[in-house]
């Protein structure tokens, strides 16, 4: 309770600094927008990792957890204000820097920065509770203040909602929502986990009255009901994933065995719902591709169908078997 007013000046825009700490707040997410936008676009995870660093967007919503444990309903109220329009200026920003790059320079399948925020699952929940628990518990410490870049870096914020602005700035309705989806289970477990460490820290102030205790409970009751809505979308999209990882496993036995015996193998396979893409290199003559789909129909009881790409491979021993 001593290191209180502190943690609430470090967290809040409050007191006659406030206009700079708002500028400076401004600044910083304008330049992780940036950062965080074009290294997605161009598949770096170190430069989204240094964007994931200097995104101030933890500030507020940890003051807003703070405030929902203090039953300070306005401050509470204020940051969570904060939060929604820094949340809305990111996803705006990131689709405005993201509407003269051509839709063929953006790879929705393969660029790992975007699909894994496309499709988060029961992983990326627990992940959020353990970070929003790490982030409470650093900023709530001063001795252990170092070790908030690595909570930053836990902690995916701006990232997903830069993915959420490329992808409306292309029309990938799906895309976006799983993104955003992502997002909203890092704040509202952020708020549940970083609450409960508030609470276990001593934050339990004896001057809190029945109205005050009251309008905490239900700020509380109402992100656990979230965090449970929340993990809804998500055990369905880590059950699908699951799912696909099984039949693209199955896919991957049929075209081994349409391989073998040639001269080629198969160095990428994805198969997303009906369409399968496969990447084969080799040499000789190629076996005939009916033959595995006619294979791949009977096998899954649904046409399937198949976007082939072929790489030959010339084979050249030096010194040649003239010169020996």
């Known amino acids: 309770m001593a290191y209180l007013p502190v943690l609430q000046k470090k967290l809040c825009f409050e007191g006659e600094c406030a206009g700079n700490e708002i500028l400076n707040y401004g600044i910083l997410l304008t330049l992780a927008t940036i950062i965080s936008t074009y290294g997605v676009i161009a598949g770096s995870a170190a430069t989204v990792i240094g964007a994931m660093i200097i995104a101030p967007l933890m500030t507020p919503i940890m003051a807003a957890t703070l405030a929902i444990v203090l039953g300070d309903t306005e401050r509470a109220g204020r940051s969570m204000m904060i939060v929604t329009i820094s949340t809305i200026y990111v996803i705006l ?10 839709p063929l320079a953006i790879d929705f399948q393969e660029n790992q920065e975007i699909f894994s925020r496309t499709a988060p699952d029961m992983f990326a929940l627990y992940v959020a509770l353990a970070a929003g628990a790490a982030g409470a518990f650093v900023v709530s410490r001063e001795s252990v203040g170092d070790s908030l870049p690595g909570v930053a870096i836990a902690i995916s914020l701006v990232p997903p909602l830069s993915v959420v602005g490329i992808s409306l700035s292309k029309l990938h309705w799906g895309d976006a929502t799983g993104s955003f989806l992502l997002f909203l289970t890092n704040l509202f477990a952020i708020l549940v986990s970083g609450g409960a ?44 994933t699951l799912g696909q990882a099984y039949y693209t496993k199955e896919a991957q036995d049929i075209t081994k065995s349409w391989l073998s015996g040639t001269g080629y193998e198969i160095t990428a396979l994805d198969l997303r719902k009906q369409n399968l893409t496969l990447h084969v290199i080799g040499t000789g003559e190629m076996p005939d591709p009916g033959l595995l789909h006619m294979a791949l129909d009977k096998h899954f009881k649904k046409p399937i169908t198949i976007e082939m790409r072929v790489i030959p491979v010339n084979i050249i021993h030096y010194p040649s078997q003239a010169w020996e």
């Open 93 to 102: 920003l990131a689709a405005l820097l993201t509407c003269s790059i051509s």
């Open 197 to 240: 460490i508030f609470w276990i820290s001593g934050i339990n102030p004896g001057w809190m009255d029945k109205s005050h205790s009251k309008k905490r409970k239900q700020a509380f009751t109402i992100a656990v009901i979230c965090v449970a809505l929340i993990s809804v979308p998500l055990f369905i999209s880590g059950y699908e």
